[in-house]
């Protein structure tokens, strides 16, 4: 399984959160933030959304109206309980797409997308969201989108755990991760690689401060993504 760091950034720097997987058949894309269609291809079998802020969601229209124009057909799209409501809300603004985007929403907990058997875990954001347990029988890829650390999502059992870092050392949160409470979960955590995605400039400045401060606590493989980054599973 090939993972592919599209957008690896926050609402204020880079492009914006999109993962995509690829296996030998099939090809998913985990998130669609600002930014993300300029390097994303549209031969994609499904979108999974992670939660509905803008940083993770506004590209999934602009990729709908590129995949109609250059005759891909219909798009599988993944979410929350509210990504169907959101779909047609932005749709009212473009009312001349309605009759020619091509998708298919599902707000389910567990599916298939060809050969990957996909699970999603409740998160604890400031609104619903949810992390995706993505296995193609041989490995296993946990991304986490926007949450506080919680054990449901680092006990998993899984050859790569992408995990948000947004903010650096001593910020008060219960919506994002911190050094700190990246930590206090470090004794469950059941990742063989752990990589981390959105963090916001003040934790870029001291990402090899976040590495070294997690490896003392626990000696586990880590790694900050770089925009445009691609790793094997």
């Not at 930014?35 to 590209?59: E, P």
């Not at 797409?97 to 907990?109: G, M, Y």
Request: aromatic share 10%.
């Amino acid at each position: 399984m090939l993972v592919k760091f599209v957008g690896v950034g926050t609402a204020v720097k880079g492009i914006q959160s999109c993962i995509v997987l690829e296996g030998e058949n099939t090809k998913i894309a985990i998130d669609v933030g600002a930014g993300s269609i300029a390097k994303l291809d549209f031969d994609l079998d499904a979108v999974l959304i992670t939660h509905n802020h803008s940083d993770h969601n506004s590209d999934l229209i602009p990729l709908l109206k590129a995949r109609w124009l250059l005759g891909y057909g219909k798009l599988e799209i993944y979410g929350v309980r509210g990504t169907r409501a959101f779909l047609e809300s932005a749709l009212e603004s473009y009312a001349y797409l309605r009759r020619k985007l091509k998708f298919d929403v599902h707000e389910r907990r567990s599916f298939k997308v060809g050969e990957f058997e996909v699970k999603a875990i409740p998160t604890k954001h400031s609104i619903e969201s949810q992390a995706y347990v993505v296995s193609d029988g041989n490995f296993t890829v946990v991304v986490s989108g926007d949450t506080y650390p919680i054990e449901e999502v680092l006990s998993v059992e899984c050859d790569l755990l992408i995990h948000e870092m947004s903010l650096p050392f001593g910020y008060e949160t219960n919506d994002h991760t911190t050094p700190e409470s990246f930590a206090e979960l470090l004794d469950v955590c059941k990742a063989k690689r752990i990589v981390f995605v959105h963090l916001y400039p003040m934790a870029l400045d001291v990402k090899d401060e976040i590495v070294r401060y997690l490896r003392k606590r626990r000696d586990l493989s880590y790694h900050i993504a770089e925009e445009g980054e691609v790793v094997s599973v």
